[in-house]
Every structure is written in structure tokens, then in C-alpha cells.
């Protein structure tokens, strides 16, 4: 197969890297790849590499399963107790999601944890600022404050009857200085920076929660179906 120089327009093989005429260096293509495929499949033979992510689509599957997940995990859902599964389902079904368009349909484990890492990323970010936007509304919109307070109020009077029993069982000096300490987390607690500061610190550690469980989701995904594609195939 000939070539013609940009410069001096020649005619030149296309396996010569300079012009014999003129001397202009010339671009080059060794393709590695089998002679079935295209050359566009050529070009975009690193998309084929099964630990490299196209996040292009994997974008498009992580948000689409995010919405769902981070609602079903949200302070909004009935079912939000059951968070953790919900994201870890997310996650594998993104995975799958991203692996019918690929060739291979397959991809390394740590390729299906990063896909469902950005899945559990959107989805905590959603169920973060829902729950947070119930809180909200409860107290400054529905005028529930009162009843926050005082199911609250319960819940450190609780914490505090079980310390005490802890604290039954050291000596006297170390009882007393358990029992100032004690007086004074709960002051701290019952303030309302205490308050909202805790329940912010458990939206955050459940968030957290919930990005290992898609992380792991993804990777179990990835594992999974790429066993089972390679024994179909």
C-alpha cells in the first residue's frame, strides 16, 4: 500500500517512517490487534481493556440506579432501614448495566468497585440531603420541634441510664468523676449544637456505610457476571 507525502506529495510505503524524497518524518500505524476488527475498534482498543472504565456509560448506569437507591436509603423511605442492601443491589446493577455495551462483556473486580463507588457516591449524596431536607422540614415547616425534642430528650435519658449502670461498678472516686463527666455530655447533648451536630455525625457515618456496600456490591457484581459470561461463552 502506497501513501502520498504532505509535502512534497510523493508517493512513499506505508511502512516508511521518513520521504525519501524530501526527508518529512511519517506517521505510522502498527496495528496490534486481529484483522476482523475495525478500525475504529482499533483506535479504542484501551476501552477494551477490562480494568479500565468508560465512564461515559458507566456515568449513565450510576445515576440511573442512584435515584432509586438513594430514596429506598433515605430518611423519607419506610425501607430505609434496609440501606445497605439497597446500595449494594444498586451498585451490582450498574455494573451490569455498564458490561452489555463492553467488549469483552466483562470487567476486572476492581473495575465494577469503582463503578459502584460512584453509584454509592450519588446515592449517599441523595439520601444525605433527603434525610437532612426531612429534618428540616419536620421542625422548621410542620412545626414538629417539640416532639423532635422530646423523643430526643428519651433517647439521651436512655443513653445515660445505661452508662450509669456501667459506672455502678467502679470505686467511688472513679465514680464521681464518671458521673461529672457524664452530667456534662449530657448538657452537651441536650443543647441544640449537640443535637444537630450528632445527628449529622450518623447521616455522615451511614453514608459512609453505605459507599463500602456499594463498593463491595460493584466488585461482587463484576465478579459474578463475568463468571457467568465466561461460561456461557
Not at 438513594?70 to 450498574?94: E, I, Y
Not at 468523676?177 to 449530657?186: G, H, K, L, P, W
Not at 450528632?198 to 447521616?203: A, D, M, R, T
Not at 459512609?208 to 456490591?217: H, N, Q, S, V
Request: one cysteine or more; aromatic letters at 10%.
Amino acid at each position: 500500500m502506497e501513501i502520498t507525502c504532505n509535502r512534497c506529495h510523493q508517493a512513499i510505503q506505508a511502512d516508511n517512517c521518513f520521504c525519501p524524497t524530501c526527508g518529512l518524518p511519517q506517521l505510522v500505524y502498527a496495528p496490534d490487534t486481529p484483522d476482523n476488527q475495525t478500525p475504529a475498534d482499533r483506535w479504542t482498543g484501551a476501552a477494551h481493556d477490562a480494568s479500565m472504565v468508560d465512564w461515559k456509560p458507566a456515568m449513565r448506569a450510576a445515576l440511573i440506579l442512584a435515584i432509586p437507591a438513594g430514596l429506598l436509603s433515605s430518611g423519607l423511605s419506610p425501607l430505609g432501614f434496609f440501606g445497605l442492601f439497597w446500595m449494594a443491589a444498586a451498585a451490582a446493577w450498574a455494573v451490569a448495566l455498564y458490561m452489555r455495551g463492553q467488549h469483552p462483556a466483562w470487567i476486572t473486580i476492581g473495575a465494577g468497585a469503582r463503578i459502584g463507588l460512584v453509584t454509592g457516591l450519588l446515592a449517599a449524596w441523595l439520601a444525605f440531603t433527603i434525610s437532612g431536607s426531612v429534618l428540616y422540614v419536620d421542625r422548621f415547616v410542620l412545626h414538629q420541634s417539640n416532639q423532635i425534642d422530646n423523643e430526643w430528650k428519651s433517647r439521651v435519658a436512655m443513653s445515660q441510664e445505661m452508662t450509669q449502670q456501667w459506672a455502678a461498678g467502679l470505686e467511688s472516686s472513679d465514680a464521681a468523676e464518671a458521673q461529672s463527666i457524664r452530667s456534662q455530655v449530657q448538657v452537651w447533648m441536650l443543647s441544640p449544637w449537640g443535637h444537630a451536630g450528632i445527628e449529622v455525625f450518623s447521616l455522615a457515618f451511614n453514608s459512609i456505610f453505605l459507599l463500602c456496600f456499594a463498593a463491595c456490591g460493584g466488585a461482587l457484581g463484576a465478579r459474578f457476571l463475568a463468571r457467568t459470561r465466561r461460561t456461557q461463552t
